[in-house]
């Protein structure tokens, strides 16, 4: 079982960045496909990124496009998000997903459904 852990949640004003990470305790997570997604209440999880650890290939939804990085670091074995330009509706309980690739194309592993492992989540707050 693969432990997921989030870290980097907090209060941001709009404008502003964070840097949300991920990592697996003792688990290099290599050749695995790591999401984040995020959800608020009443409403379903929506991927918002994901990147392959075999070959760093990236996904970005639509609405993130532009203002979000996903990242590995390899020394450190950690997934980030960075987010720039946060607004409002970018306030969500922000998760770290994780599930082995199968498919050269990290594109469609890039969902829920396909994903093995979940953080407990971090909650991300913009607001002044």
């Known amino acids: 079982q693969v432990r997921l852990v989030e870290s980097g949640g907090g209060l941001v004003q709009p404008g502003g960045s964070l840097r949300l990470s991920c990592v697996a305790p003792g688990y290099p997570l290599d050749y695995y496909v790591i999401a984040w997604f995020r959800q608020v209440p009443g409403r379903e999880r929506e991927v918002v990124s994901c990147?392959?650890?075999?070959?760093?290939?990236?996904y970005y939804a639509d609405s993130v496009k532009g203002r979000i990085v996903i990242s590995r670091d390899n020394t450190e074995k950690t997934v980030a998000l960075q987010i720039s330009s946060v607004k409002p509706e970018d306030t969500a309980l922000y998760y770290c997903a994780a599930s082995v690739q199968v498919d050269t194309d990290v594109t469609s592993q890039c969902n829920a459904r396909d994903m093995d492992y979940w953080g407990k989540g971090t909650q991300v707050t913009v607001s002044s």
């Open positions: 990147i392959s650890t075999t070959d760093g290939a990236t």
